[in-house]
């Protein structure tokens, strides 16, 4: 696959681990859409954690100037509702929406992801997901972070099931799984 076979269906996630690049490619995918771009940025700001603020500063700079940042940390599922054809919304990140509603309930959670899912499946404007890839290695210690990891790896396999294509960011290579694979709901038992 080369940059001129990008699949750039109407929505498409785009998962890898941390700092693999999935991100600048998700970036790169936008600009292929030729539609007006809005960042939606998922994580709470939080001005103590300087590691954090220089990593959201190195993605505002690499980002295009013409690029409209909005917060959508509560809400997303609203954002992609009301959306413009002519728009294309590059979601950053699952994770980091995920974290923001770790204290809800098993069954608020699900209507949460719901709401997610159906306005990815009914929007007019052109999606782009980034999602981070979790449980590859040690379990977490803490049940907050089994929890976070279960919930990332629920949603983005419930995301995968309803975009166009994926893709998966790794050791430096872009993989369109869409492609290369199937969709595991293809698998009955």
């Not at 690029?67 to 992609?80: F, N, S």
């Not at 997901?129 to 449980?135: A, D, H, M, R, Y």
């Amino acid at each position: 696959m080369n940059c001129q076979e990008l699949d750039l269906g109407k929505t498409i996630l785009v998962t890898g681990a941390s700092s693999s690049g999935k991100s600048e490619f998700a970036e790169m995918l936008a600009t292929k859409t030729n539609k007006s771009v809005i960042y939606l940025a998922t994580a709470k700001v939080d001005p103590s954690d300087r590691e954090w603020q220089a990593k959201i500063i190195k993605h505002q700079q690499r980002r295009p100037k013409d690029w409209q940042t909005l917060a959508a940390c509560e809400e997303l599922p609203l954002c992609i509702e009301q959306a413009a054809e002519s728009e294309c919304l590059l979601i950053d990140s699952l994770g980091t929406w995920i974290a923001n509603f770790l204290e809800l309930d098993q069954i608020d959670w699900k209507k949460r992801c719901d709401r997610l899912l159906n306005s990815i499946q009914n929007t007019q404007a052109h999606i782009i997901l980034v999602g981070e890839e979790t449980g590859w290695g040690i379990v977490p210690a803490y049940p907050l972070g089994r929890l976070f990891r279960d919930r990332l790896g629920y949603l983005s396999r419930q995301v995968g099931n309803v975009v166009d294509t994926t893709y998966l960011v790794a050791g430096g290579h872009v993989l369109n799984l869409s492609v290369l694979g199937e969709p595991l709901s293809n698998y009955k038992i």
